[in-house]
Each structure stands twice: as structure tokens, then as C-alpha cells.
């Protein structure tokens, strides 16, 4: 619910889809060993044995398809968090340019005594 949220309103964050996809990367194999471990432990002596395992073990790859996409989330999260922090530091450090340039030769009128030019 909150991820189609998100997704609605435009505020998606990577940091968010990097860890819903590290969340879902790791809940996953246990899904999947779960899985495994039903399968394996059939006690119950019912017609058509043979169908109900084909099906769980489709379920089985299934799920584990749906972990790899997860786990390229995770990559690709973990790129647009970096690209991102990169931005972040680059527009930092082009803002703290620009800020000097454009104080070389303005008069200080905080009142803090000086000769009045930054």
C-alpha cells in the first residue's frame, strides 16, 4: 500500500526502493526453504500426489524468478542512490562556487564591524 502510494505522488525515494528490495531480497529464500521443506514433509496420502508437487514447485520457480528481479532491484537502488548522493555533492560543491563569486566585492551589512567588503 504504501509503495503505490509513493508511486502515485511522485515520492519514491531510492533509499526507500533499496530497502523494500533488500527486505524482499532477504524474506525470499525463506519463502522459498519453506517451500521446499512442504513439499519435502507430505504426509497426507491424497489422490494425484504427483500434480500437487509439480504445482508447488511451480510456485517454487516462480518465486524464485521474482527473487532475482528483487535482487536487480537491489542493484539498481543501490546505483541510483549513489548517482544521487554524487548529485547531491556536486550541486553542493557548484553552489558553494557560486556563492563565492558572488560575495567577492558586496559590502557586509551585518553590522559586525570591518571594513564593510567581504
Known sequence: MLTWHLMRKSHFHPIYALVQSLVFSILYPIILSFNA????????????????QGLCYGEMGLQAALLVCWVGLVVCSCVAVHEGRRGKREERSRGWAREEVEL???????????????
Do not use: F
Open 37 to 52: 521443506i512442504v513439499v519435502a514433509s507430505d504426509e497426507s496420502g491424497m489422490d494425484h500426489i504427483s500434480t500437487w
Open 104 to 118: 567577492k566585492g558586496v559590502e557586509r551589512r551585518d553590522g559586525k564591524g570591518g571594513s564593510g567588503l567581504v
